[in-house]
């Protein structure tokens, strides 16, 4: 995500990128931590005066793992498969802290770098997994994972200098334990929030213990 920006562009305007309308994803939901809470209340005011930012709910702060499917493709009985295999995946793995801090800037969003990301790997692991054994497929796994907390959204083109310098280049930081691994359905498109939970997969291991 650098190096910085010259100009946000409209996510929505780009025919290229992976589609989040009626998706079911794996997330690692934030909206429960006081700390992605501060953040996300600190960015929504100082970037109030800049039009064209959509900023994430605050209950839906959360970082992306994977993008499994549609939702006319992932069918209920899938949904409860890959919950159950990514459980078997995570049955020994321990929850993880992660600290954030980072802001990093994309042309068609702001967000916060979650540290260290091979921390998370876990997690990523059981998602595809889960994904490819009941899906039978790798499912947009994409290049190299790079696992963030989304800020905001833009919707517009609009110089990225003004928000930077705004914004800046890092937030108190704060940790993050990690717990559960959530698959959710995400209704309609990407810009109405119209999510709800299928189920989570707990990371359920002792401190120390090995992951998958």
Known sequence: MSPLPAQFTGRWDNPSRLLYDNAVCWHLLLGGHAGAQAAAATARNRLAPFAGLRMTPSQ??????????????VTQDDMNRM??????????????TVTFQRIFYHPEAIVLSASPASSLAPVLTAARAAT???????ADEGGGWAP???????????????VIAELGKTVPAFEVTIAELSLVIQDGT????????????????SPGASGT
């Not at 490819?132 to 790798?138: I, N, Q, S, Y």
């Not at 963030?148 to 003004?162: I, K």
């Open 83 to 96: 919950l159950a295999t990514a459980q078997a995946h995570l049955a020994r793995a321990a929850p993880v």
């Open 60 to 73: 839906w702060l959360h970082v992306t793992v994977q993008r499994a499917g549609t939702t006319d493709q």
């Open 190 to 205: 990407e810009d109405q929030w119209n999510w709800r939970v299928a189920g989570s997969a707990r990371l359920l291991g």
């Open 132 to 138: 490819r054994e009941v899906l039978g497929l790798d």
């Open 148 to 162: 963030h907390m989304t800020l905001c959204y833009s919707a517009t083109e609009q110089p990225a200098a003004p």
